[in-house]
């Protein structure tokens, strides 16, 4: 049963992100992008985290991809590009070491601490019957007790960019259009 | 297997064919129970519109013209399904089930029915295993509504978008735009009924709404209700916040390109929306089935037992909604873009989260044992000030505008 799911949903996952860099047409790459993150739903939900599955829906596929639909919509670059044309002529193969190099290093993290890693869903409240809330009551307190610096400060974060995205897109002309 | 899914007691326990079947029925029957509800709302629509402005409404098809949707239904399947030439094929091809696959889902969490009374938490026993009468009841319980809902933005966008044509584009920019806009106020108002309940679930929101007074709609001070009804009514695109469809300004809005069965599509999803919505809001504010009881008294439905009792008190609260959104579209005018995103930012969401914020320090205080009075005080002075601020930091920022001459 776990295997299905966690094939179906590595199906699911690979599916979108091959879809993301092969198709030429930006909307058809941000949709493939939703199924990817659909999939990562799944998975959280197959290791126990209902909350994070739920956060990842919406707010990944429910405001940022939308957002991502958003711009390629209204900057009009909704168009299928020719995907041969090549503008930084170093950028692919420079890409395929990147993305060699991340794997391999995330290899052999795995293989590193194969002694530390631990068992699926261990240490997790486990949601049963009597006690739904169990996991999210476990994250809350997580979040809001132990971390709740780190907590606040991306908070913080998340503002100075919202507002500083503002100050820069604010075109100020100095000799008025209302004058 | 039990927490992958649900929190069903009846799927705790290996695979058996009892369960199993048990739960292809529960799908079968919520299934069709959308789709004839939303055949017989399309139907309520028009014949309450048409009292409301002194017609007949649809009279011709089947006793009181009942049958007018499914007559409606069957020549849209039979009429030529058009793909503009300029289409996006396979996103046009993929949007309506974008927008109709939610309004289905949705409809999932909603507890239909069962007895909630002395303690039972709403659960029945069906060829002798015990469940609840909803479909799926999951950990993270209302979120999976938003969730939804903030996947039934994509039907809409794409839709616009790959019809290839200008109209639909801008119907379906500013429809999503407001979609996301509103959310924000319907996740806040969401949380003060998570505060009162203290559960995600939505069996278990309903369970703590024993009495009248337990109702969440007066246990949150009725603001959260409001904010909520508004709210819904703008992620719905229904009147008065209809600019999805705006039909004297935008021709047809997102949908103009479709025709044929695509059409229908969207159009089931939309009424099974504004079913699922109202059950939602019944289901968080009103008890959903749970019984009007005040103090120890019980309005009891005699000859009934209390399981069926509980999906009749639902469908009547559901009709009392389903009410008001046929009466809104009667009778307010629809409202100006500009003026729709100044009652979602600068009202709906500084309210939601100030009330939000005046149900937290209540708690806190009960749990600390303060004065109430004191905290309430303290509350209302902390919010008056924080919404000088805001009317002064708006003041402020339109005067420098105008003095700027910024473009925006």
Known sequence: ??????????AMVLGGALGVITRSNPVHAALSLVLTLFGIAVMFVSHNAHFLAAVQVIVY???IVVLFLFVIMLLGVDKAEDINIEPITVQRPLAAVIGVGIMGIIIAAIVVADDVLVERGAGLASTTVDNPDGNIRQLARSIFSDNVFAFELTSVLLLVAVVGTILMARRVKSNGAGK | MSSLIALDPLLDGGLLWTPLF?????????????????????????KVIAGMQNRVGPNKAGPWGLLQ???DGTKLFFKEDLLPERSDRLVFRLAPYLALVPAFLAFAIIPLGGDFRDGKGGLVTLFGHETRLQLADPPVGV??????????????MLAGWSSGSKYPLLGSVRASAQM???????GLSLGAVLLVSGTLSTAGIVNMQSTLGNWNFVATGFVPFFIFLIAATAELNRPPFDLVEAEQELVGGFNTEYSSIRFALFFLAEFMNTI??????VTLFFGGPQPISIGNTTLDIPLLPNALE??????????????????FRATLPRFRYDQLMDLGWRILIPASLGWFMLLAAQRVGREAGWDQVVVTIVSALVLIIGYALLQAAHAVSRRNREKDGASF
């Not at chain 2, 919520?30 to 139907?43: E, H, I, N, S």
């Not at chain 2, 996301?180 to 319907?186: F, G, K, N, P, R």
């Not at chain 2, 509980?310 to 009466?327: A, E, N, Q, R």
Request: glycine letters at 4%; hydrophobic letters at 75%.
């Open chain 2, 22 to 46: 048990i739960v292809l029925l529960k799908v079968l029957i919520v299934f069709v129970v959308g789709l004839v509800a939303t055949m017989l709302m399309v139907w309520f629509e028009r």
């Open chain 2, 180 to 186: 996301v806009s509103y959310e924000a106020a319907l």
């Open chain 2, 276 to 281: 699922t919505m109202s059950a939602l809001i």
């Open chain 2, 310 to 327: 509980g999906t009749v008190w639902l469908l009547l609260k559901v009709l009392v909604f389903l009410y008001i959104y046929v009466w």
């Open chain 2, 69 to 71: 949707t499914l007559a």
């Open chain 1, 61 to 63: 596929a429910g405001a």
């Open chain 1, 1 to 10: 049963m776990e295997l299905v799911v966690f094939v179906l949903a590595a």
């Open chain 2, 143 to 156: 979120l999976f509504a938003l969730a939804i809902s903030s996947i039934a933005v994509y039907g809409i």
